[in-house]
């Protein structure tokens, strides 16, 4: 799926797709509300996708997030599965690991940055031998406490050999990446999480990572039971809607298999999401 924002030419790959639990998916929203939007199957389980985008500049070629990966236990694997089709899929796009210049992680979690790395025998290295990574050095720092509600979801092969080599850059706070590429932190989810916005040609896209997962997150209150502070969730939401809507940004899902990108917008009091026209 490819559209183009001023100079800039965007496209998504999915990593693929794996089953998570509707309940903890939607938190408190009851299942008679949310399964009018994403049908479970017989256990509960809803089909998330895991998007990246590819943003080529011109002169740089910079993926944001990298999905699962290859290095899930076995343990992992029987919960999440492992499809692991990110490098196939940029590869059948005339798109090779060498190409990449830049890698940017919205957050640590297993599902965002397992592609970061590979193993090669005993070693684990850079997947993007030539990238310069970046992600918040909030969120290495919270990963490395392994803290009993989400320890599970930090996975230090994904990130530290890359800091230790000096590949990976820790970012503190909002900044600009490359001209036109910048971070911006918006806590809930996690409490340094960022979305990475994207500026060409007087057009703005936004990818808005776990604070808005799928297109039936959009409603302020329809917050995940994986967010770590659901009140400042709904904070963040606020304060993306209050620029993004009136400036029509576009916005990327970061597990909506179905609808990965679109324009969130209001009408008749209530949120929607338009799809991206072709052309």
């Given at each position: 799926?490819?559209?183009?924002?001023?100079?800039?030419e965007?496209?998504?790959?999915?990593?693929?797709?794996?089953?998570?639990?509707?309940?903890?998916?939607?938190?408190?929203?009851?299942?008679?509300?949310?399964?009018?939007?994403?049908?479970?199957?017989?256990?509960?389980?809803?089909?998330?996708?895991?998007?990246?985008?590819?943003?080529?500049?011109?002169?740089?070629?910079?993926?944001?997030?990298?999905?699962?990966?290859?290095?899930?236990?076995?343990?992992?694997?029987?919960?999440?599965?492992?499809?692991?089709?990110?490098?196939?899929?940029?590869?059948?796009?005339?798109v090779?690991?060498?190409?990449?210049?830049?890698?940017?992680?919205?957050?640590?979690?297993?599902?965002?940055?397992?592609?970061?790395?590979?193993?090669?025998?005993?070693?684990?290295?850079?997947?993007?031998?030539?990238?310069?990574?970046?992600?918040p050095?909030?969120?290495?720092?919270?990963?490395?406490?392994?803290?009993?509600r989400?320890?599970?979801?930090?996975?230090?092969?994904?990130?530290?050999?890359?800091?230790?080599?000096?590949?990976?850059?820790?970012?503190?706070?909002?900044?600009?990446?490359?001209?036109?590429?910048?971070?911006?932190?918006?806590?809930?989810?996690?409490?340094?999480?960022?979305?990475?916005?994207?500026?060409?040609?007087?057009?703005?896209?936004?990818?808005?990572?776990?604070?808005?997962?799928?297109?039936?997150?959009?409603?302020?209150?329809?917050?995940?039971?994986?967010?770590?502070?659901?009140?400042?969730?709904?904070?963040?939401?606020?304060?993306?809607?209050?620029?993004?809507?009136?400036?029509?940004?576009?916005?990327?899902?970061?597990?909506?298999?179905?609808?990965?990108?679109?324009?969130?917008?209001e009408?008749?009091?209530?949120?929607?999401?338009?799809?991206?026209?072709?052309g």
């Amino acid at each position: 799926m490819q559209t183009f924002l001023g100079d800039f030419e965007l496209t998504i790959f999915s990593d693929g797709t794996y089953p998570i639990d509707g309940g903890a998916f939607f938190g408190v929203v009851p299942k008679v509300m949310w399964s009018k939007r994403l049908v479970p199957d017989e256990r509960n389980f809803i089909t998330a996708g895991l998007n990246s985008l590819l943003i080529r500049t011109g002169d740089r070629n910079v993926l944001v997030e990298t999905g699962m990966g290859s290095k899930l236990s076995d343990r992992m694997i029987k919960v999440h599965g492992q499809p692991a089709q990110l490098l196939d899929k940029l590869a059948a796009a005339g798109v090779a690991p060498e190409d990449i210049d830049i890698v940017i992680n919205t957050h640590l979690h297993f599902d965002h940055c397992g592609w970061n790395t590979i193993r090669k025998g005993d070693q684990v290295v850079a997947t993007f031998p030539k990238a310069t990574y970046y992600a918040p050095e909030g969120e290495w720092e919270h990963g490395r406490l392994q803290l009993e509600r989400d320890a599970v979801s930090y996975i230090s092969a994904n990130y530290d050999p890359l800091i230790a080599s000096g590949q990976m850059k820790l970012l503190r706070g909002d900044q600009e990446i490359v001209p036109g590429i910048s971070v911006q932190v918006f806590p809930g989810h996690t409490a340094n999480m960022q979305g990475v916005v994207v500026r060409s040609g007087g057009k703005t896209a936004c990818y808005i990572s776990d604070l808005i997962p799928t297109t039936a997150h959009i409603d302020l209150a329809w917050v995940m039971s994986y967010d770590l502070d659901p009140v400042q969730t709904i904070a963040s939401r606020k304060r993306y809607y209050a620029t993004a809507l009136p400036e029509k940004w576009l916005t990327v899902f970061t597990h909506d298999d179905a609808r990965p990108w679109g324009y969130i917008d209001e009408e008749a009091g209530r949120l929607i999401v338009k799809p991206v026209t072709k052309g």
